[in-house]
């Protein structure tokens, strides 16, 4: 019997904490806090209940051990490693052959760096830029709108700069519950002294501890901004210095929010004038400020343009560039920040370099000895749309469940059964895998190792705990020898021939400028990790972007006006009179994969309720756990309400874990591409129990049993 | 003897419930500290107090509840005769009866990881540091010493202000 400790970083959220699994033999048997490795993100080795109940997933009864092929929809048989991965190529090879535009790969944003290198490479090598993951989805609008104003899309600062800032502005995010781990720093800037401003439709846990709670209509968020800005211009509160000499743009941007008064606004959002008065004052004058968001701001039409206008609040605040400032864009899943970084994005190479750009193209030419697409690529909801149309008939999705995470899911299925041929790569059977042609086992993160990127920048090396049940693979395995068997057989970068993660990260280090000093060596040293960017092996890693200058190409914040109001595309009518919107809960996790089978946290949050304020819940009859159906233009929900005060008059709001996207709306934002799916408009009307049972089983099963059949 | 327990700031609590289920993980499927709602909002989590008087140890006709040198109230498994007395005089209705083996069973400020010099599961994970394990006394002196920094903190700037004549 050999006992091990073994240094992970938690599967769970983008937070990026560490922990110890305890493991006897392979088999993991308990964890241990990372109380003795400083500087890690989670100081004093704090987790929130997932990071505290990461075991039993592990050992769910329903993980997959084999590779499966189908017989017909939702029906399997088994088949060897070898078959899968010949049937995969050969199935790629033919696509690829007529027009490789034909393709769409997902990379996830819950695996490692190194496979989504090898997902998006294998795609390009093929010819195609179609490769998109769920950041899409989330925080899409953050890359597209930080990068047009400072030069990058990621967050500016890291957690030691909450801490140290004297008022902290939460937009759209229920921190507490989203990141309870992240909330801590938080908490500690506020203990010494900082003020804390949160705007929601929704009195969150968050909220709780606000100093100024500004509660507006979901998807006004450009008109609250805006009038923050209008006060702040107004009452010469802004940093003249840093506006005159490090950003341009500014007169637009005074002659945009023109209109945007105190009064206006509250009209438009319902937040008391005075409220945003003071909110204006107290973030300006504070003289270091941090703001943070989330979906909430995000998940919009105008997604872009919002984090546009934080981003600007931001710089003519004078807070960027600064220790104990700036932008803090806080991401869901473990390696969102990662996956982007390593182009699973339709538009770049790894680093960010535009596929457009010919000279970038040429470089990744001659590093993998193969002619590039030199087209942007389609994202995950454009390539539903294209599926539909016939242009798109093949998905490669590693360790993603669009069936539940994409708004309009209705669409996402009816998509899935016209596509041709289907790989899903996953660990255990999800509701998009009952589409698969092909299903391949995958290791779970914590069964392999590799490299992660946390929401603050900061790359872990996360070290393998235990071994995978069955013949159950690590992905940058499978991804290498997929890549071989379709034929790209080249040495080093040429190919896909690798013996080791570590391989992969050196050949990243060779093309990615951020991550070039980030080298394996440095990382399993180092627990602490580097964050990026990290120009050379000696380079001790950045805290504070944009110190000197920002990374447009002139060097200057270039600040964005958005003169015209603009809401949720679908607003409340005399049909749909109530304003829908989606949150999370604390104990579970995006598509319940994972949470809904481990029993501590499927216990405490056992299923969805849809909160509701008491005077709509009298008009329509409604009490406490009573089932009702929420309909919108897309589809139907049955759901227990909970008569609740935290929640605006007008407003209902529904987890999505549990399959609410449904309902949501895809209108996307022109932008980002992201789909609307915070705010739409919804009806709530009180249904039986029997009823609801009878709803229920016409959506997709969330935790799917896979027939294996005799071949 | 400087008896050790677990504080709890309510102010702080973001009803996260990381504490039970580190509880859970470690005490074989069942949580002592439980997180409760008041009115929507406020949360507060509750688990043994390991009171200084502590009723159910004077209460327990067997002496199966006892104190260990740290000062903890545990109880001894094999003594216990299920007769709930400790339940109904414990003043937070502590004490459980485990159903299969009809004996109680309590918040034990994780004796086992204490063994170890590690802190009682729940307060090592607590994200949001409600709560803390240590001794009345110890806590007492180390808050006086914050507010008094704070204070000198205060005076300070305030003389700072005075001399710049702002
Ligand atoms: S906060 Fe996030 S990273 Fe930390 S333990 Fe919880 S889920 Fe894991
Ligand atoms: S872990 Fe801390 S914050 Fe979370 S519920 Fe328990 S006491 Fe409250
Ligand atoms: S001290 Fe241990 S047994 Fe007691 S509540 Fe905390 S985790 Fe549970």
């Known amino acids: ?711 | 003897m400087a008896r050790k327990t677990i504080f709890i700031d309510f102010s702080k609590c973001i009803e996260c419930r990381a504490c039970e289920v580190a509880c859970e993980r470690e005490h074989d499927g069942r949580s002592f500290i439980s997180v409760f709602e008041w009115q929507e909002m406020a949360a507060m989590a509750l688990n043994c107090r390991h009171c200084e008087k502590a009723p159910c140890v004077e209460v327990c006709p067997t002496n199966a509840l006892y104190r260990d040198e740290d000062g903890a109230v545990l109880l001894a498994p094999q003594k216990c005769i299920g007769c709930l007395m400790c339940g109904i005089v414990c003043p937070f209705g502590i004490p459980e009866l485990d159903l299969i083996n009809k004996i109680m069973m309590k918040c034990d400020l994780c004796a086992h990881r204490r063994a170890e010099g590690k802190l009682p599961a729940c307060v090592e994970t607590c994200p949001t540091d409600a709560l803390f394990y240590g001794d009345f006394n110890e806590i007492i002196r180390e808050r006086r010493k914050k507010f008094t920094e704070k204070a000198i903190e205060l005076a300070k700037t305030a003389e700072r202000i005075k001399l710049t004549g702002v």
């Open chain 1, 1 to 711: 019997m050999s006992e091990r400790l073994v240094p992970v970083v938690c599967p769970y959220c983008g937070v990026g904490c560490r922990l110890y699994i305890r493991s006897v033999d392979g088999y993991p048997v308990g964890i241990e806090y990372a109380k003795d490795i400083p500087g890690i993100a989670n100081e004093l080795g704090k987790l929130c209940p997932k990071g505290n109940a990461v075991i039993e997933y592990l050992l769910a009864k329903d993980r997959l051990k084999k590779p499966l092929k189908a017989k017909e929809q939702g029906k399997f048989v088994e088949i060897s490693w070898s078959e899968a991965i010949r049937e995969v190529a050969e199935r790629l090879k033919d696509y690829a052959k007529d027009d490789p535009n034909q393709l769409m790969f997902f990379g996830s944003a819950r695996t490692f760096n190194e496979p989504n290198y090898l997902i998006q490479k294998l795609a390009r090598m093929l010819g195609t830029n179609n490769v998109d993951h769920c950041a899409r989805l989330c925080h899409a609008p953050t890359v597209t709108g930080l990068k047009a104003i400072f030069g990058a899309g990621a967050m500016t600062n890291t957690y030691k700069d909450i801490e140290e800032a004297n008022v902290i502005f939460i937009i759209g995010h229920n921190y507490a519950e989203t990141h309870p781990v992240g909330f801590r720093y938080v908490l500690k800037a506020k203990e010494r002294g900082a003020k804390i401003i949160v705007a929601d439709p929704r009195f969150t846990r968050t909220a709780w501890f606000a100093d100024i709670f500004l509660q507006h209509y979901p998807g006004t968020d450009i008109a609250l901004i805006n009038g923050l800005i209008h006060i702040i211009i107004k009452e010469r509160l802004y940093d003249e210095k840093f506006v005159r000499e490090r950003c341009v743009g500014f007169d637009e941007v005074v002659k945009a929010v023109e209109k945007f008064t105190p009064e206006f606004v509250e009209k438009v959002t319902g937040v008391p004038a005075e409220l945003i008065i003071q909110a204006a004052r107290t973030f300006a004058t504070a003289g270091k400020g941090v703001i943070t968001w989330a979906m909430g701001l995000t998940q919009h039409t105008h997604g872009t343009e919002n984090v546009k206008l934080l981003g600007t609040l931001s710089a003519i605040c004078g807070y960027q560039g600064k220790e104990g400032c700036g932008c803090s864009p806080m991401r869901g899943q473990n390696n969102v920040q990662g996956a982007c970084d390593m182009a699973a994005l339709p538009n770049v190479f790894p680093g960010y370099q535009a596929v457009t750009d010919p000279e970038k193209r040429k470089f990744f030419e001659e590093f993998w000895g193969v002619e590039l697409n030199g087209e942007v690529g389609l994202t995950t909801i454009e390539a539903a749309y294209a599926a539909e149309k016939g242009k798109v008939k093949a998905y490669y999705i590693m360790g993603e469940n669009p069936v539940i995470s994409e708004a309009n899911a209705n669409h996402v299925v009816h998509v899935l059964q016209k596509l041709e041929f289907i790989v899903v790569q996953d660990i255990v059977p999800t509701p998009t895998m009952e589409f698969a042609d092909i299903v391949l086992p995958a290791a779970a993160m914590l069964e392999n190792e590799g490299s992660l990127t946390n929401t603050e920048r900061r790359v872990q090396w996360s070290f393998q705990a235990i071994n995978p049940p069955g013949e159950a693979r690590p992905d940058w395995w499978i991804l290498s020898e997929i890549g071989k068997a379709v034929g790209f057989d080249g040495q080093g970068p040429k190919g896909f021939d690798y013996t080791s993660p570590e391989d992969i990260l050196r050949e990243i280090n060779a093309c990615t400028p951020q991550y070039r000093g980030i080298t394996p060596e440095r990382l399993k040293e180092n627990l602490a990790g580097i964050h990026w960017p990290c120009p050379s092996p000696d380079h001790p890693g950045t805290r504070v972007l944009y110190k000197d200058k920002f990374l447009t190409p002139d060097g200057k914040a270039h600040l964005v006006a958005v003169s015209e109001y603009k809401g949720p595309v679908e607003l409340p009518d005399e049909e749909y009179p109530f304003l829908l919107t989606t949150m999370r809960y604390v104990g579970q996790y995006h598509t319940v994969t994972m949470t809904m089978r481990t029993q501590a946290l499927r216990k405490r949050w056992p299923e969805p309720l849809a909160e509701i304020h008491p005077e709509d819940a009298a008009k329509l009859g409604i009490k406490d756990g009573d089932w009702v159906k929420i309909v919108t233009r897309r589809g139907e929900y049955p759901i227990k309400a909970k008569v609740t005060r935290t929640v605006k008059k007008g407003v209902i709001a529904v987890p999505w874990h549990w399959g609410a996207n449904v309902l949501t709306n895809d209108a996307l934002d022109p932008i980002a591409k992201i789909p609307e799916t915070k705010a739409c408009a919804c009806k709530v009307i009180k249904i039986t129990e029997e009823d609801a049972r009878k709803l229920m089983d016409k959506l997709p099963q969330l935790i799917p049993k896979i027939e294996i059949v005799r071949g």
